[in-house]
């Protein structure tokens, strides 16, 4: 049993409820859960508070993700349902963050943070790509959308370039968290 393991999910956990964003954008006197779409996240402290909130945000949330990812991954060796279990934890505790009453972000910084911290640039390089692919070349006018599409070819790209099923389980979890959390806006 890897006790390491058991103990760094639920920290992973508490590490994606933290709310770096909103928190941030409170220090202005900003709510962000009251300005644009409600979403707690970067995008909004930059919209509410300004760039220098909103990149500090978005730098926190990245490595909110990032780090327990990382850590369990290269420096404790977590593999099987315990590395699906520890992707998927900073996600969730974003999306469902209980400082916020269960009522997070929707998890695109989080995402990029945990699988820099797994693959290091591979699949973020991947991500990133696909968002200006679908946005500048496609030319989706929807900001959800975006995301939809390219969280749809996640689990395709990390199944076929990792070749691991706890990669893509979480990879296809991450993938349905984060177009679940941008539901409202795809139904517009």
Not at 46 to 69: C, E, N, Q, S, T
């Amino acid at each position: 049993m890897n006790w390491t393991g058991l103990l760094l999910v639920p920290a992973a956990f508490f590490s994606g409820a933290l709310m770096f964003s909103w928190w941030l954008a409170r220090l202005r006197g900003r709510d962000l859960r009251q300005i644009g779409d409600g979403n707690p996240g970067a995008v909004n402290a930059f919209r509410a508070a300004g760039p220098v909130i909103g990149i500090l945000g978005l730098l926190l949330d990245f490595l909110k993700g990032m780090i327990p990812a990382g850590l369990g991954f290269w420096h404790f060796h977590i593999s099987g349902i315990l590395l699906f279990l520890l992707i998927l934890a900073p996600v969730l505790g974003h999306a469902f963050s209980p400082f916020l009453r269960l009522r997070g972000g929707k998890g695109l910084a989080v995402t990029f943070g945990v699988w820099s911290g797994i693959t290091l640039y591979q699949v973020p390089v991947f991500l990133g790509a696909l968002l200006i692919l679908t946005k500048f070349i496609l030319r989706l006018k929807r900001d959800a959308w975006c995301v939809a599409l390219t969280m749809l070819c996640l689990p395709v790209f990390v199944g076929l370039r990792y070749r691991s099923l706890p990669l893509f389980a979480a990879a296809l979890g991450n993938a349905v968290l984060v177009i679940c959390q941008h539901r409202r806006e795809l139904r517009r």
